[in-house]
């Protein structure tokens, strides 16, 4: 919104023209969360303080945990307003695929607020329950796989990674799997979300990716060069993830261990699903079993345990998600935390070495 008020005064001073430009965009919304993080953060602390929202902590759980108990929590509320108002400010507001992105993160983020809600407000320990939660999910992703498909003809062709030629129409189940790509992130990330600063680093160094990603996948001639699929429009999402990258950092100067305050599900649930979104939209939907390689392994470190232990009575981890595994192994947290950040940035590289592999 603001650029293009300055857009339209670039006749009578053309330094305004720079507003027209994407990546100076891109720079200003990632100034503009990071600020926003960095001044409102302090009152969004003091105020969950004040109203005592603070983290419950499982009694199964780690036992050095116990200690976080009371520690403010629905952190996620402080990223989604970074993210939506810088985005609001610098993006391009006539793009659509600007406004369906915004839609999934901040309709999956009502989800997760509402589990916030009643887990820790209304003391109720099971929240929203896994149905009642898949079921919103999923209907919040159907409605965006429906528009990008049916209205704005996004392409249903799924494409691979180290392999140009290897493309699998899906045609109508384009949307079934663009609802497995968003729900599946949405709540991988959610079970990442275990210990100080472990989830927001990797959605940090993702949502960078995506960053560069986007950008390339909307110009025509770059995305020619690179033999990447060419998405109009979506050159524009890099301002989303450039603000989404920034109020994540701002958002990890108070969630750092030892973490001041907690993301909750108000903020695991939507920033995966806003990955999961974007890697539909840029067609880089494989690309996020490797970009986001952290949250796919405590995925499935979970589903490994589960289905062990109802098939054998056996556990394969000492408790899952894996990052507690390490914890019980003797790993101190930030060592955990820390380890797992470096594996997210050396996954984002391999990621994007993909672009001169095909």
Same mark, same amino acid.
């Given at each position: ?16 023209? #720079? ?19 960095? !001044?409102?953060?302090?009152?969004? $602390?003091?105020?969950? +303080?004040?109203?005592?929202?603070? +983290?419950? $902590? ?62 820790? $407000? ?14 919103? +999910?999923?209907? !919040?992703? #159907?409605? =965006? ?17 180290f392999f140009k030629d290897l493309v699998i129409n899906l045609g109508p189940l384009y949307i079934p799997f663009a609802v497995l790509v968003i729900v599946g992130a949405s709540n991988a990330v959610n079970l990442t979300d275990g210990l100080d600063g472990l989830a927001i680093g990797p959605i940090i160094i993702s949502a ?70 974007? =890697? ?5 939907? !494989?690309?996020? #079993? ?59 590289? $391999? ?8």
């Open positions: 919104m603001f650029p293009w008020l300055l857009v339209s005064l670039s006749t009578e001073v053309t330094f305004l023209n #720079v507003f027209k430009y994407i990546t100076f965009r891109t720079f200003g919304a990632a100034i503009t969360a990071l600020v926003l993080s960095m !001044i409102v953060g302090p009152w969004y $602390i003091a105020m969950m +303080q004040r109203r005592q929202i603070g +983290q419950s $902590i499982r009694e199964l759980g780690p036992q050095s945990h116990q200690s976080k108990k009371g520690t403010p929590t629905m952190g996620g509320g402080l990223i989604l307003f970074c993210i939506t108002a810088s985005t609001m400010l610098w993006a391009d507001l006539s793009n659509p695929l600007i406004w369906i992105v915004l839609f999934v993160t901040l309709a999956t983020g009502i989800v997760g607020w509402a589990d916030d809600y009643l887990k820790v $407000i209304k003391k109720n320990s099971k929240g929203v329950s896994g149905r009642a939660k898949i079921f919103w +999910q999923s209907l !919040i992703a #159907v409605t =965006a796989a429906s528009l990008l498909y049916f209205k704005f003809g996004m392409s249903p062709e799924l494409r691979f990674p960078g990716t995506y960053t560069l990603l986007a950008y390339l996948a909307g110009h025509a001639k770059i995305a020619e060069y690179l033999q990447i699929p060419h998405v109009p429009l979506a050159g524009e999402l890099a301002v989303f993830c450039g603000a989404m990258a920034a109020a994540g950092l701002g958002f990890l100067w108070f969630n750092s261990y030892p973490a001041q305050i907690f993301m909750g599900d108000v903020g695991s649930l939507p920033l995966g699903a806003a990955l999961g979104s974007i =890697a539909l939209v840029t067609k880089n939907e !494989i690309l996020l #079993v490797v970009i986001g390689g952290i949250f796919v392994l405590e995925a499935v470190s979970v589903m490994a345990q589960v289905f062990s232990f109802k098939t054998t009575g056996k556990r394969v981890f000492r408790m899952a998600p894996i990052h507690h595994h390490f914890e019980l192994k003797g790993w101190p947290e930030p060592k955990v935390i820390v380890r797992f950040w470096i594996i997210s940035i050396l996954l984002a590289i $391999i990621a994007l070495s993909t672009l001169k592999l095909r």
